[in-house]
């Protein structure tokens, strides 16, 4: 099945944009078996900083408490248990005595598995944001941060979350498909994290 993909890229602006479901390797991907109306939910915006880098951000409301954001986010070690394509996600020791997680994603482009990893070294400000930046890895820049506000939502208390994301791919690396299928790939990210921490908050 193969969707047309109408993400364009400014490089004087941002723009909101509605990222369709593109099926890269014609074959289904995640978000063809997502409501597109949860699709919608997550707002994504991709910002061309250079011929090849990009800053791509992502938002999604969700109806729980910043804590219960926050206590989904750091707890590192399940990441993968619920985001989809994330193969691994896992602490190591670092020199500086902070947090450091090694990463490792999982795609398929163009009938190709793809895998890459990064090592990230991560700072937290409670309960505001957690910032982070590649040491190491497949990229030659990855680097960004998870923000979260307090926010209204039908007289309840909820958490406005945005990742935002600067991705500058190595050479062989075509950026077209890696922005397209980062774009998709986030929305799907913040929905399960809202899953999450809607399940987490069930079991309390």
Same mark, same amino acid.
């Given at each position: +099945?193969? /969707?047309?993909?109408?993400?364009?890229?400014?490089?004087?602006? =941002?723009?909101?944009?509605?990222?369709?479901?593109?099926?890269?390797?014609? !074959?289904?991907? %995640?978000?063809?078996?997502?409501?597109? @109306?949860?699709? !919608?939910?997550?707002?994504?915006?991709?910002e =061309?900083? &250079?011929?090849?880098?990009?800053?791509?951000?992502?938002?999604?409301?969700?109806?729980? *408490?910043?804590?219960? $954001?926050?206590?989904?986010?750091?707890?590192?070690? &399940?990441? &993968?248990?619920?985001?989809?394509?994330?193969?691994?996600? /896992?602490?190591?020791? *670092?020199?500086?005595?902070?947090?450091?997680?090694?990463?490792?994603?999982?795609?398929?482009?163009? /009938?190709?598995?793809?895998? @890459?990893? $990064?090592?990230?070294?991560?700072?937290? *400000?409670?309960?505001?944001?957690?910032?982070?930046?590649?040491?190491?890895?497949?990229?030659k820049?990855?680097?960004?941060?998870w923000?979260?506000?307090?926010? *209204?939502l039908?007289? !309840?208390?909820?958490?406005?979350?945005?990742?935002? $994301?600067?991705?500058? %791919?190595?050479? +062989? +690396?075509?950026?077209?498909?890696?922005?397209?299928?980062?774009?998709?790939?986030?929305? +799907?990210?913040?929905?399960?994290?809202?899953?999450?921490?809607?399940?987490?908050?069930?079991?309390?």
């Open positions: +099945m193969t /969707r047309n993909h109408n993400l364009t890229v400014s490089e004087q602006q =941002k723009s909101t944009q509605k990222i369709e479901a593109t099926d890269i390797d014609e !074959q289904l991907s %995640p978000s063809d078996l997502v409501d597109p @109306a949860a699709l !919608q939910a997550v707002e994504v915006q991709v =061309k900083i &250079a011929d090849r880098q990009r800053q791509i951000t992502a938002q999604i409301k969700i109806p729980h *408490s910043v804590e219960q $954001v926050w206590q989904v986010l750091t707890n590192y070690e &399940a990441l &993968a248990d619920f985001i989809p394509n994330l193969a691994q996600s /896992r602490r190591l020791d *670092s020199p500086n005595g902070g947090i450091r997680l090694e990463q490792i994603g999982s795609q398929r482009f163009l /009938r190709l598995n793809f895998s @890459a990893r $990064v090592v990230l070294d991560l700072e937290e *400000s409670f309960p505001q944001a957690i910032n982070f930046h590649m040491v190491e890895g497949d990229f820049d990855f680097s960004g941060s923000n979260l506000e307090p926010c *209204s039908d007289d !309840q208390t909820g958490t406005n979350l945005c990742y935002t $994301v600067k991705i500058w %791919p190595k050479a +062989m +690396m075509p950026v077209s498909i890696i922005e397209r299928r980062l774009s998709q790939d986030l929305q +799907m990210n913040l929905l399960a994290v809202q899953q999450r921490v809607k399940q987490l908050a069930k079991v309390k």
